[in-house]
Each structure stands twice: as C-alpha cells, then as structure tokens.
C-alpha cells in the first residue's frame, strides 16, 4: 500500500518566472514528509508537477522506480498517487457521495454500466473520513470548512492511493478540527500511506512527520530530520524573508 516516490531534477518555468529549480529528494515507502516553506517557495507547484497538471519544464518524477512524468494525470492517479487542494475544490453541484463517487469511477464505462455506483463504498470511505451517513446526501456549500478538508481527503482516498498529497489541511480550520483531521492522517499513516504534506501550521505538521524538505524561491534549501531542518539558520531566514 506504500508507494516510493522520487523526483529528480524538477524544473517548472512559467513563461519567465521560475517556480521549482533543480528540485531533487525522494520520500521512502510510508515515510510522511512535511514539505515547507514561505509564500510563493513552490510547494503547490511541485504537487501539480507531480500530478500532471502543470507538466514540469525539466526533470523525472518516480513511482516506486517507473516514470510517471509523461502520463497524464488520469493514469498518475492510477499509478497510486493523489492530492488534495489548498481551496478545496469539490464538484459544487454534487452531493457529498457524489463527490466521492467521482473518485471511485471505475475503469470503464462498461464496468460503470454493468456494476453501478458503489453505494457500499462511498458509505465506507465517508465514514473511514468521519463524514457520517446524514452528510452523504449534503451539497459542499452545506458543510464546515472541517468536513470540506475531510471531503478533499475522502475524495482523494475513493482512488485508493499509496502517495498522498496533501496541501494545506489544516488552514481555516479550528484547533478541535485540526485534531480531527491530524488523527485521520496519523492512523493512514500507522496503515503504511506514504505522505508529502504542505503546512504553513507547523506545530500541527510536526507530529505527522519525520522529514521535512524546506524550499524558498523554487530551490531546496534543506532537508533531512525534522527538527533539524527547522533548527536551520536559512529556514528561519527563508521564513522571515531574510534570505
Ligand atoms: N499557474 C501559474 N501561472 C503562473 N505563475 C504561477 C502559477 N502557479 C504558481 N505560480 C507562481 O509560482 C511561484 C510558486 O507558487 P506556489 O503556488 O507553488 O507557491 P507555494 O509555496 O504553494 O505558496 P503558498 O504557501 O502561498 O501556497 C509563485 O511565484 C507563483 O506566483
Ligand atoms: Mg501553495
């Protein structure tokens, strides 16, 4: 269930302004790695390289030793790999299952015809999630910002990953919900999910992880042990702009 994930190299240029340079590290088979730093630094634009979204300029992007970085995102997905989003993006128009069915679509229409939706699933990754059977039929603008980030987190779970992304969990949420979703995240973790995890609310990400990798201004400027990293003369720089 754990899948390595390697990147090499990743270069992403738009038009003239560089976003990621050079990003090189790799993230062992259920190790959880918090990816850090300031504004700006190119921590979303490494997750949509990784995805397909924005295709990188330059560079490879590995799972468990095969590219990836050709494929568009469809079938990164089914290599294992999922994100979720820093402003949650659920379908607005649909229900709380219907979000979550979107993830489980099967591989074929053929299979979609003749199997249905999986109504026993949905119910299942809901309630894995903590969303309860009486938010299923909800529309996403009827929920809490708590249970939008566990929708992000069911919706990306519905494609049974080994990688996760995870963007921002924690912003705009209180500190009972941040508690919530960090239990989630810790029990997936205790399953062997690998994880990269973005957080500005670094006393939140710190119990979830065992690495970090700092980035400022698109370029790795540390990583390694997480208290380490954090210790780092030019991560508190990179964090107070100095550097
Ligand atoms: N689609 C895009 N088109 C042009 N520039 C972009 C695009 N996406 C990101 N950028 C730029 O790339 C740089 C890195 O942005 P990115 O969103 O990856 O930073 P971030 O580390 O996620 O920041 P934050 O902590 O604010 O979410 C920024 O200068 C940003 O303006
Ligand atoms: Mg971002």
């Known amino acids: 269930m754990s899948a390595k994930l390697e990147i090499r190299n990743l270069v992403k240029k738009f038009g003239g302004l560089t976003a990621t340079n050079d990003v090189s590290f790799t993230i062992e088979p259920g190790q ?14 490494i997750f949509s390289q990784i995805m397909g979204e924005h295709p990188q300029t330059k560079g490879e992007i590995l799972i468990d030793g095969k590219e990836i970085s050709h494929l568009a995102t469809p079938q990164r997905i089914h290599a294992g790999v999922s994100r979720t989003y820093q ?7 649909m229900s709380v299952a ?6 489980l ?14 109504r026993e699933r949905e119910v299942e990754i809901a309630s894995a999630i903590g969303l309860g059977e009486d938010q299923l039929e909800r529309l996403p603008s009827e929920l809490s910002m708590g249970d939008l980030r566990k929708l992000e987190m069911a919706r ?12 921002e969990v924690f912003a705009g949420l209180t500190v009972n919900e941040i508690a919530v979703i960090s239990d989630l995240v810790q029990s997936m973790r205790d399953d062997g999910m690998t994880f990269l995890i973005v957080s500005h609310d670094l006393k939140a990400l710190e119990p979830l992880v065992d690495h970090a990798i700092a980035i400022n201004h698109g370029e790795v400027i540390a ?6 990293v954090m210790g780092s003369d030019i991560v508190r ?3 107070l702009g100095t550097a």
């Open 32 to 45: 959880s790695v918090g990816l850090i730093g300031p504004n700006g630094a190119g921590k979303t634009t």
């Open 87 to 93: 402003v949650p993006r659920p379908f607005s128009e």
């Open 98 to 103: 219907e979000n979550i069915r979107v993830g």
């Open 105 to 118: 679509m099967p591989d074929s229409i053929w299979d979609m015809i003749t199997r249905g939706p999986n």
């Open 156 to 167: 990306t779970l519905a494609t049974s990953p080994r990688l996760m992304l995870l963007d």
């Open 223 to 228: 990583q390694g042990q997480y208290q380490d």
């Open 237 to 239: 720089a990179s964090y």
